[in-house]
């Protein structure tokens, strides 16, 4: 008898170098008024270490949130890899189905950060991560029995695809956060070759303009639209909702926008702005939005109003999943606030 998990996340777990530039440092030459001053040169700051990873951080976000997760990635045989199954250890998370995959280095994100915490460059070697095959996905799976499997977009089309095909078949919800503009459109890449999709999407604006954009470009939307600047973000909603049932964007300062298809015989669109919640101070904005899709992930799955997850695609009213992307919110806040990506004060309480 496997163990059964409420949810399953699936993707990058890294080793994270995160470089915080001084903004109090008596050097002038060491003073930014802005990321556009940014110099070929070396800087004063502070450096940490810390596990990371888009679906690492989805995972450790929905277990402080009080979800019952199992996690799923590939690590090298080498200290980074030690590292990370501490971590995990002492923080309770399951890791019994981490891949150990040998002649590969474990995944390392290095970030460089302005002195107000915002992001300038990031330098992923994340290649292990797509060496996850949709064999070892299928098998892991089938382990752990989800309601709830969420993946990144570190995985190969490949891994994403038979993700779909497994989810579909054993009607398990899905949930895809993007990871970055390179690599989100390589969900419009397994469908492509695929009669599954996802259940849901968690982009940013940005992501959700690209994704539309290629969807749009590969012939796999019926309808054509004149983007406009003033309406790009409802234009892209649009255009995807011919794809995806519900998206979840986040728009950082913004707050969310919460788009459900409402029926998948008819275009109606029902769309929620979730107003924001403001943070009182903001040290590290890199985990933020993971910290969001992970307590989302862990209040749908713990809510009693979509307890039947299983019934592909599940049944969660637009108003529930806006309550929920409130909510979620808190999560955010909290990591904006703290040095690590996730901050480890996230918690069931906080969401009552």
């Given amino acids: 008898m496997h163990d059964i998990f409420l949810q399953t996340v699936i993707g990058g777990s890294t080793v994270d170098i995160v470089s915080l530039i001084s903004g109090n440092s008596a050097h002038k030459s060491n003073f930014l008024d802005s990321i556009s001053e940014i110099k ?6 502070k450096i940490r270490n810390s596990v990371g990873g888009v679906a690492q951080n989805l995972a450790r976000a929905a277990h402080f949130s009080g979800a019952n ?8 045989l080498d200290a980074q890899a030690d590292w990370i199954f501490q971590d995990f250890s002492k923080i309770g998370m399951n890791t019994e189905n981490i ?25 992923a070697d994340t290649a292990i991560i797509e060496n996850i095959t949709p064999e070892m996905i299928m098998t892991s799976l089938e382990k752990t029995s989800p309601d709830i499997a969420a993946f990144d977009a570190n995985l ?19 949930v895809f956060q993007p990871t970055s503009l390179p690599k989100c459109i390589r969900l419009i890449d397994a469908i492509m070759s695929s009669s599954a ?9 940005l992501e959700l303009d690209t994704m539309a954009r290629y969807a749009s470009d590969m012939g796999l939307l019926s309808n054509t639209y004149t983007i406009g600047l003033d309406t790009a973000m409802v234009k892209s909603i649009e255009m995807l909702s011919e794809l995806f049932r519900v998206q979840v964007v986040t728009m950082g300062k913004s707050g969310v926008l919460v788009a459900t298809k409402l029926d998948a015989n008819s275009p109606l669109l029902s769309l929620f702005s979730v107003p924001p919640l403001q943070p009182a101070q903001i040290i590290n904005t890199n985990g933020a939005g993971d910290s969001f899709v992970g307590a989302f992930l862990a209040l749908l799955a713990n809510n009693s109003d979509t307890n039947t997850l299983k019934t592909n695609p599940f049944s969660a009213t637009p108003q529930k999943l806006a309550e929920i992307a409130f909510k979620a919110q808190r999560a955010s806040i909290l990591s904006l606030g703290s040095h690590s990506a996730i901050s480890d004060k996230i918690c069931p309480d906080l969401f009552q």
Avoid: M, W
């Fill in 40 to 45: 070929q040169t070396s800087y004063i700051g």
């Fill in 69 to 76: 997760t199992c996690f799923i990635t590939a690590v090298g």
């Fill in 99 to 123: 891949l150990k995959i040998p002649d590969n280095n474990t995944a390392v994100c290095n970030t460089v950060h302005s002195p107000d915490g915002d992001l300038i460059v990031c330098v």
């Fill in 156 to 174: 190969s089309s490949e891994a994403i695809r038979a993700t779909l095909e497994f989810c579909q078949k054993n009607n398990v919800t899905s």
């Fill in 197 to 205: 999709t996802v259940d849901i999407i968690t982009p940013n604006s």
